[in-house]
């Protein structure tokens, strides 16, 4: 029985039909169940996910909890996790042997990472206090919180995957 947000590897619970099996001769296509048949006519592309790949789901999925991401209960030993965050994108996380199920030749990247998500706080105090209940639970700080000169308390962690996760809050004015 699959648990609520999660998708089974192997098959696919949105595009074309679900229980589809997943093959490199049919592409997965990102779209939310119930809209009808995949089409492009007259359709401007809209943003609805960002995938991010782990090596170690529980300790990811665990990060983005304490964060406050709605991560379903028992994800932690699925191969695929999304997430429907309130404004609608969904957050995805795969596993390496997920992505290498349909592109054998993946390899991590290495090095700094290209993207970073970024979770606006309450106040800087919530930057601080984020930052520093993170680093304590174990996953790496990059740059602790300081007072940006772009107006924002601003801090950077890494997720277990090496992920940049930027914490920021508006600085008061004057």
């Known amino acids: 029985m699959l648990k609520a947000g999660l998708v089974p590897y192997r098959?696919?619970?949105?595009g074309y039909r679900a229980g589809t099996p997943v093959t490199l001769a049919r592409p997965i296509r990102s779209r939310r169940a119930g809209r009808g048949a995949p089409s492009l006519a007259g359709m401007t592309p809209q943003f609805d996910l960002v995938g991010t790949v782990v090596t170690d789901m529980a300790r990811t999925l665990d990060f983005y909890r304490r964060l406050g991401l709605p991560v379903p209960p028992g994800a932690e030993t699925?191969?695929?996790v999304e997430v429907a965050l309130p404004n609608g994108?969904?957050?995805a996380f795969d596993t390496v042997d997920t992505v290498r199920g349909f592109h054998p030749r993946f390899t991590p990247p290495a090095g700094s990472p290209r993207m970073n998500?970024?979770?606006r706080c309450a106040d800087p105090a919530e930057v601080d206090r984020w930052y520093a209940e993170?680093?304590?639970a174990?996953?790496?700080g990059e740059l602790p919180p300081w007072d940006a000169f772009w107006?924002?308390?601003y801090a950077v962690l890494h997720d277990p995957a090496g992920n940049g996760v930027?914490?920021?809050a508006p600085l008061p004015a004057g």
Not at 11 to 14: A, D, H, I, N, P
């Open 134 to 136: 993170l680093t304590a």
């Open 89 to 91: 994108v969904r957050l």
């Open 117 to 119: 998500l970024a979770f």
């Open 166 to 168: 930027d914490l920021f």
């Open 151 to 153: 107006g924002q308390r």
């Open 11 to 14: 098959t696919l619970s949105t």
């Open 138 to 140: 174990g996953h790496h």
């Open 78 to 80: 699925e191969p695929h």
